[in-house]
């Protein structure tokens, strides 16, 4: 047939819309979190991940937060000086929404199956004078540290994103480029052109 076009290949347009602070989160999804904790220990936290608190208002966990505002509180008590702000891309799993004092599952919810907890804003918990959201991850692996989001120190914060960078320069796809710290993404053969492509790719074209 005269002008007939043969292609092959794939443009992956990805979806900007954040979820906000007020709205629950979906099992299984990724989402960008905050996560403040002393400027001295953030050096550490980049290099080998987070270590999770013992207890806390969820039980054992990493505590984090898609509200910044409420990661800035964090830790309290301290100069905004010796604080920093993470930003994060997290991996929730199964999430069990924690709303009330003395909720069944307040402590025990990865005992039951869950991977992270969940207060939701204006909830009715008596000890988050705020209002806002908060999170408990329990496993470490789920979270990965993609920025700074607020350090006083111009040079640190600089000196910080330089190792971010680095450390995911170091486990990323070849094709894709993202973070496979979790494990190699599955590369296979074009059936068409014979290239190796990797599903997470933005774009295709066979040549």
């Known amino acids: 047939m005269a002008g007939k076009v043969s292609f092959s290949g794939w443009t992956a347009v990805k979806d900007r819309k954040s979820l906000s602070a007020d709205q629950d989160p ?15 220990n953030a050096q550490n936290i980049i290099n080998n991940g987070f270590v999770p608190s013992k207890d806390g208002l969820l039980g054992a966990g990493v505590y984090i937060s898609r509200n910044i505002e409420k990661a800035k509180c964090y830790p309290p008590k301290t100069d905004k000086n010796d604080k920093v702000v993470f930003k994060l ?4 799993g199964k999430v069990k929404k924690i709303d009330c004092d003395n909720h069944p599952l ?3 919810w990865h005992q039951n199956g869950y991977d992270c907890a969940w207060v939701p804003p204006n ?3 008596a000890t988050i004078k705020s209002g806002r959201e908060e999170d408990c991850v329990w496993d470490p692996k789920r979270i990965t540290v993609i920025g700074v989001a607020c350090c006083v120190d111009d040079n640190k914060r600089k000196e910080l994103r330089q190792l971010i960078r680095s450390q ?3 486990s990323a796809c070849h094709l894709c480029h993202q ?3 979790d494990g190699d ?8 052109c014979g290239d190796k492509i990797c599903p997470f790719q933005r774009k295709h074209v066979c040549p």
């Open 89 to 92: 891309k997290v991996r929730i």
């Open 179 to 181: 973070d496979t710290s």
């Open 123 to 125: 909830s009715n918990i």
């Open 106 to 108: 307040q402590k025990t």
């Open 26 to 40: 979906t099992s299984g999804r990724e989402y960008t979190m905050y996560h403040g904790t002393y400027l001295k």
């Open 185 to 192: 993404h599955d590369v296979q053969t074009c059936w068409v």
């Open 168 to 170: 995911r320069n170091t």
